[in-house]
T-cell receptor
Framework: GAVVSQHPSWVICKSGTSVKIECRSLDFQATTMFWYRQFPKQSLMLMATSNEGSKATYEQGVEKDKFLINHASLTLSTLTVTSAHPEDSSFYIC?????????????FGPGTRLTVL | AQSVTQPDIHITVSEGASLELRCNYSYGATPYLFWYVQSPGQGLQLLLKYFSGDTLVQGIKGFEAEFKRSQSSFNLRKPSVHWSDAAEYFCAVGGAGTASKLTFGTGTRLQVTL
């Protein structure tokens, strides 16, 4: 149980285009999902927290107009990188929060590698 | 503010040797501590976690970690490393709450020599 998927697993796009990344909780309902960004050989940096049915909360320094997050259902959150540029190239990982246990634990997706040419 | 320090960026061990990866945390309340492993190009896999109770926790793949409150540490250990353990290891700290954020350390890259 507690499987999180991401689609696509990798994407290459041209500079100036927008890219949408999906994060799905396959066998549980996730009221909260997190989006992380990981640069090569670096740690995960939290970008934003999304709660189903409400606006995402962005971490300091993350451009909310550039990284659009939608959490329209209890099993799906999307991250859209708008007008992507080469500096947006990174590994994006989502996680979904389970509830109903002694601790609300995050389960991570496999990540999406974005390369902007 | 919460933070995690993994002082070792890169560690090389021989297959069959023991392993200890260091993790120090800073957290204002009772911490929830995690160790994750990441293979190249992959997401994170949870190795083990500490919430409360016994300070020595067992995880998957033969890993264990010990929580030492007095030292603010949560070091990961394995008595005998296998070549397949080569990966990046991340320590993370979070807190109680319905939407607790995780703060990750910078990671330790483990190389295993045959």
């Amino acid at each position: 149980g507690a499987v999180v998927s991401q689609h696509p697993s990798w994407v290459i796009c041209k500079s100036g285009t927008s890219v949408k990344i999906e994060c799905r909780s396959l066998d549980f309902q996730a009221t909260t999902m997190f989006w992380y960004r990981q640069f090569p050989k670096q740690s995960l940096m939290l970008m934003a927290t999304s709660n189903e049915g409400s606006k995402a909360t962005y971490e300091q320094g993350v451009e909310k107009d550039k990284f659009l997050i939608n959490h329209a259902s209890l099993t799906l959150s999307t991250l859209t990188v708008t007008s992507a540029h080469p500096e947006d190239s990174s590994f994006y990982i989502c996680s979904a929060l389970t509830s109903g246990r002694s601790y609300n634990e995050q389960f991570f997706g496999p990540g999406t590698r974005l390369t902007v040419l | 503010a919460q933070s995690v320090t993994q002082p070792d960026i890169h560690i090389t061990v021989s297959e069959g040797a023991s392993l200890e990866l260091r993790c120090n945390y800073s957290y204002g309340a009772t911490p929830y501590l995690f160790w994750y492993v990441q293979s190249p190009g992959q997401g994170l896999q949870l190795l083990l976690k500490y919430f409360s109770g016994d300070t020595l926790v067992q995880g998957i793949k033969g890993f264990e970690a010990e929580f030492k409150r007095s030292q603010s540490s949560f070091n990961l250990r394995k008595p005998s490393v296998h070549w397949s353990d080569a990966a990046e290891y991340f320590c993370a700290v979070g807190g109680a709450g319905t939407a607790s954020k995780l703060t990750f350390g910078t990671g330790t890259r483990l190389q295993v020599t045959l």
